[in-house]
């Protein structure tokens, strides 16, 4: 039976010229498990919110969408309310009540079901996700992962048919967002739901696909099976390669007749049937060290806790952070590594041990003498940092205590602007730009105050590949003019590419700093899925483009 | 014009509602302390009448079942108002509540100034515990709130500063604190005389000066920033004045 | 420990509750008076410690002897006049009436600290989640918004102190700027962030006709018969106000009803009224008792 049916769909955001979406044709049969995927800005979070008609944007609007055979715009509210459930992005926007019951209950209340209907089906949902543990507690204990869950939990409660994904994870650590992933494909397998989901991270979601759709332009590029997707995109040269998961984007730099690999382990596969010799040589260092460089952030066995009685957050941590390099620290969620960001930029002061910035100790830095023109930080939400009504008064607002003159100022801000890419969007509000936007509207404040010092925190949180490329180019040059960056990430794959040195945090401190392509070659789990695809023929291999070299090469 | 429209339907009905109430209840609730209740007669009829009051605004807000943004609105123009009330806790009688009541009031109107005062008080005396005065802390910045509301449609204050500092001052010694003293009074003494009242009065004025002070404070400079944040929302959002 | 009566159907607590809060304030009968005064020390030592009642005590001590002050100095009706200050008269009833609205505030307080432990929100919100469902939602998400808002707005002012923006330091007008500057951030991040809260509500067909309120809690038969004594006991009560046996009148001078059998029921009633949830998780404790000791 099919589930939706959209013909020739067509939509124009008001005022606008550009077609949001152009002719989309598509069916999507019901148990389907369909993957839509796309740069930012494709089209992607306007064609699902057209399939629930209380979500859609207004805009000029041609074209049909069939829900279960019927006009979907004849459905009733109440209908469309249980059917069609709708998961959106960040996690604790969706929670309406302060108990996790309540939260659950939330839907099936506007249904106008009994008590004991919902006391049932709420057991039941409970019981399916696991969540029995923390049923009564109040929604602010939970973590990021579990919020989601709860959110997740609350749409199935009402039983829908479909359920419409709208990148779900971007908010998510990695461990969280696998957990969320693989419950939605249970949710599928399971009950057999319609799973339609939008992502940027589609190493897993990819092979769970029964079908992926790659948007362009508000166009339907592609529509098949993940495998012909990987081998139709190949034909095409088209640049949607760089989101595809790594196999595929092996697959796609490799001359080759065999089917395209979508996981880890097809992969493998697909290397060793290539017939190549083991060879570590093809993969030099990106960068020697000038040595002997000069360190700018030297911290010696640092130890903090938040209170006296409670347990140590950092405990012993020593690292030398040298001029001129990005350096990664990663590692797992709760480990410490972002308070020891808020150990080097001063807000929290450790018990014991010392931090140093250019040799001084940091708290006899004064405020000033600290942020400008000398460290500068990213806060993991850039919407911490937005004060004004349009970018270009928000970013003129970080020079209102320099003695600059009008002009000086707005050409400081354009030149900021242009380095990291959103001349066009300085007269918008930040807050109608899109989470990658935000992010470097939020950088180019940061740059205003010249920082020699860049401490980032989860930069690339939310971003797709498309956006994680650039914002690597913005970082590379920044570090060509002298500035030293040092950033905190889950994001293991970014900091192979464009990192200069990586450390691993664990229990609150250091273990071991090295050049990526020791530090993830030397790894068996805790390395990118390039490497632990072709490690057992290029161990130095650690990012997409090495293996694709060294196979070329070999 | 249709939110007009409605707007008048609404205040009409809840009008009339309260005309009920002044006129049916409010009697009967004297007459009854005046046979039934001995010494505490004063502060049962009182604190009676202030909840009666209150009805009208609830009933007339649940009738015409608020959209989802509009309850969202309210809701963190409440929680802001609870966490800055927590964040200043350490310094008595500097409140920020009145403040952004009245700022509630000028941007939203007369029932959502109202909503924010009572649902403000109401939530800030969970975290720091109900007690005998919460139905009148309610009412009176219920109240705080609904006149900045009428007097700026009215045209009688204006977004700014300094209008709305006037009535920040005016309306916090004489609604909140005439309010409030006179319930404490009530509580205490079997018999109402003036002459304890101005006691308490002039005992209570430090405590009003000093909030009525915070409070033209916080007006002075989060009026203009938190206008143009509302009024933008408003306009992005298309909330209607209620 | 855990509190027998807080599990109790929530119409259960909140009707206790206001018929002990009105009671209190009402009766100004002495015996009642230190029932009810006796009483909610007695349930609070139960439920906050014997610390928090401490604190409570010496907190109010004070407020205590005030008001007992308070009140001869301006009201000076009664028959027994003990001394004359400027000219006023001091009188012997309008000192005792000073004790007794003293001991009535006190009592009425503790009684709410005891409220504040037993009805928390969410069973306030579920007994008026029927009657005004929407503000009971807005209760419910200002209640969410509060710990979610005081979360942020420590994240804007580390993320303001890191661009130099510190609150701590730099003279009073800076200080005051930058506050501002993270109250109009925290709003805006607020108010811009709802409109997905409203998506979400919307999703999950808010606005809907017919809307019900679900809740966790079931009326049992320990609930009927524990409700069914609290309204017979106020009841009595009800009729022992009619008999006047629970007024006295203060002035012109002291009178209060004889002491019958009548009044002593009335008096028992009182009390038994009061020490409900006492009594009730002394009843469990000695089930609890017995049932341990057979194993």
């Not at chain 1, 209950?105 to 039941?124: C, H, Q």
């Not at chain 2, 100034?113 to 005396?125: H, I, R, T």
């Not at chain 2, 404070?217 to 004045?241: A, H, T």
């Not at chain 3, 009766?27 to 349930?43: R, T």
Request: hydrophobic share 45%; aromatic share 10%; net charge positive.
């Amino acid at each position: 039976m099919v589930s939706f049916e959209i013909k020739d769909l067509s939509f124009f955001y008001p005022n606008s010229e550009k077609k949001a979406l152009n002719n989309i044709n598509i069916q999507i049969e019901q148990g389907e498990f369909i993957t839509i995927c796309g740069k930012s800005g494709c089209g992607k979070s306007t064609l699902l919110r057209h399939l629930k008609p209380i979500l859609t944007p207004h805009g000029d609007k041609t074209g049909e969408i069939f829900f279960e055979g019927q006009p979907l715009l004849k459905m009733n509210l109440r209908e469309q309310a249980s059917k069609i459930g709708y998961v959106l992005q960040n996690p604790d926007n969706q929670i309406v009540t302060d108990k996790v019951w309540h939260e659950l209950a939330f839907g099936l209340e506007s249904l106008g079901l009994d008590n004991a209907t919902i006391r049932l089906r709420i057991a039941e949902m409970a019981s399916f996700f696991g969540i029995q543990d923390w049923f009564m507690k109040d929604v602010a204990e939970l973590s990021g992962g579990q919020k989601q869950l709860l959110n997740l939990a609350s749409i199935m409660a009402m039983q829908p048919q479909v359920l419409i994904l709208d990148e779900p994870t971007s908010q998510l650590d990695p461990i969280a967002a696998s957990e969320f992933l693989e419950t939605v494909k249970k949710i599928n397998r399971e009950i057999g739901t319609t799973v339609i989901l939008s992502e940027h991270r589609l190493e897993e979601v990819f092979p769970m696909s029964d079908r992926a759709v790659v948007m362009d332009n508000g166009e339907i590029i592609v529509c098949d099976t993940p495998q012909n997707v990987g081998e139709r995109l190949k034909k095409n040269e088209n640049d949607m390669y760089v989101s595809m998961p790594s196999a595929v984007q092996i697959y796609g730099g490799i001359e080759s007749n065999l089917p395209c690999p979508l996981t880890v382990r097809e992969g493998r596969k697909f290397l060793d049937s290539l017939g190549l010799k083991p060879n570590d040589e093809y993969i030099t260092e990106k960068k020697q060290a000038k040595n002997p460089a000069e360190t700018v952030i030297c911290l010696n066995d640092v130890w903090f806790k938040y209170e006296k009685s409670g347990k140590d957050i950092i405990k012993g941590l020593s690292l030398e952070v040298k001029k001129g390099m990005i350096h990664a620290i990663v590692g797992g969620n709760g480990t410490g590594k972002t308070t020891a960001l808020t150990l080097i930029n001063g807000v929290n002061k450790p018990y014991r041990g010392k931090v140093k910035l250019n040799g001084k100790e940091i708290a006899k830095y004064s405020g000033k003498e600290l942020f400008s023109n000398n460290l500068g930080v990213l806060p993991q939400n850039p919407q911490a940092l937005f004060v004004k009504n349009t970018v270009e008064l928000d970013l003129l607002e970080m020079l209102s205590d320099k003695h600059l003159s009008q002009e000086e100022k707005s050409n400081k801000v354009n030149e900021v602007a242009e380095l990291v890419e959103i001349t066009d969007r300085l007269q918008m509000h930040p807050y109608d730009l899109s989470g990658g936007e935000q992010q470097k509207a939020a950088l180019a404040k940061v740059l205003l105050l010249e920082p020699k010092i860049l401490l980032l925190d989860e930069p690339t949180k939310g971003l797709d590949n498309f956006f994680k490329i650039k914002l690597g180019g913005i970082l590379n040059k920044l570090i060509s003019n002298g500035v030293t960056v040092l950033l905190v990430s889950h994001d293991i794959e970014f900091c192979a590419k464009f990192a200069d040195v990586c450390s691993m945090f664990f229990d609150g401190s250091v273990i071991t700093t090295n050049t990526p392509k020791m530090f993830f070659s030397g790894n068996s789990f805790y390395t990118t899925a390039a490497n632990r695809m072709s490690r057992h023929l290029f161990r130095n291999a650690i990012t997409n483009e090495d293996v694709i070299k060294s196979c070329n090469q070999s | 014009m249709q939110s007009e429209l409605n707007e008048s339907n609404r205040i009409s009905k809840r009008l009339v509602l309260t005309a009920a109430i002044i006129l049916i209840a409010v009697p009967l609730t004297i007459a009854f302390g005046i046979f039934f209740l001995d010494d505490k007669k004063y502060y049962i009829i009182s604190l009676l009448i202030i909840i009666y009051t209150m009805i009208p605004f609830f009933i007339s807000f649940e009738k015409r079942r608020p959209q989802a943004r509009e309850l969202l609105v309210i809701a963190i123009l409440c929680a802001i108002t609870v966490a800055g009330r927590a964040a200043f806790v350490m310094l008595p009688q500097v409140k920020p509540v009145a403040a952004i009541v009245i700022i509630s009031g000028v941007c939203f109107g007369p029932t959502s100034g109202f909503l924010v005062g009572a649902v403000s008080a109401f939530v800030s005396n969970i975290f720091f515990g109900q007690g005998p005065s919460t139905p009148w802390q309610m009412f009176c910045f219920g109240l705080i709130g609904f006149l900045a509301g009428i007097l700026f449609r009215k045209g009688i204050i204006q977004k700014s500063r300094f209008s709305l500092c006037i009535f920040g001052g005016i309306s916090v010694i004489v609604i909140y604190g005439g309010i409030i003293n006179l319930s404490a009074l009530l509580m205490f003494s079997a018999k109402f005389s003036w002459k304890a009242l101005m006691t308490i009065y002039a005992a209570g004025i430090p405590f009003d000066l000093v909030h009525a002070a915070s409070t033209m404070f916080f007006l002075v400079v989060l009026s203009n920033p938190m206008i143009v944040i509302l009024d933008r929302i408003k306009k992005k959002y298309g909330l209607i004045e209620t | 420990m855990k509190d027998t009566f807080s599990g109790l159907h929530p119409i259960v607590n909140f009707t206790y509750f206001t018929a002990v809060i009105l009671f209190s304030m009402f009766f100004m009968h002495p015996v009642f008076l230190g029932f009810s005064l006796v009483s909610a020390l007695i349930y609070s030592i139960y439920l906050n410690g014997i610390k928090a009642a401490k604190f409570n005590f010496l907190y109010m001590l004070p407020l205590l002897l005030l008001v007992a002050l308070i009140n001869p100095l301006f009201n000076h009706e009664g028959v027994t006049i003990l001394l004359f200050i400027n000219d006023n008269p001091i009188t012997y009833e309008s000192i005792i009436y000073g004790i007794a609205s003293a001991t009535m505030f006190i009592s009425v307080i503790i009684w709410f600290s005891c409220y504040n432990s037993v009805v928390t929100s969410d069973k306030f919100i579920y007994l008026f989640g029927k009657i005004i469902p929407s503000l009971s939602l807005i209760l419910s998400m200002t209640l969410r918004f509060v710990p979610k808002f005081k979360a942020q707005i420590k994240v804007i002012s580390n993320a303001q102190k890191c661009i130099g923006r510190d609150v701590s330091n730099g003279n009073v007008l800076q200080r005051a700027r930058n506050g501002i500057k993270i109250i109009s951030i925290l709003i805006t991040w607020a108010l811009e962030n709802s409109i997905e809260t409203a998506d979400s509500m919307k999703c999950r067909g808010y606005g809907l006709k017919g809307r019900t309120s679900f809740s966790n809690y079931r009326f049992d038969k320990r609930d009927k018969s524990v409700l069914g004594t609290i309204c017979g006991l106020i009841l009595l009560m009800i009729f022992g106000m009619v008999l006047g046996e629970n007024t006295i009148d203060y002035f012109p001078s002291i009178i209060f009803k004889e002491i019958t059998i009548i009044s002593a029921i009335v008096y028992i009633g009182y009390a038994a009224l009061l020490l409900i949830p006492v009594a009730l998780n002394i009843m469990e404790d000695i089930k609890w008792y017995h049932l341990k000791s057979k194993i």
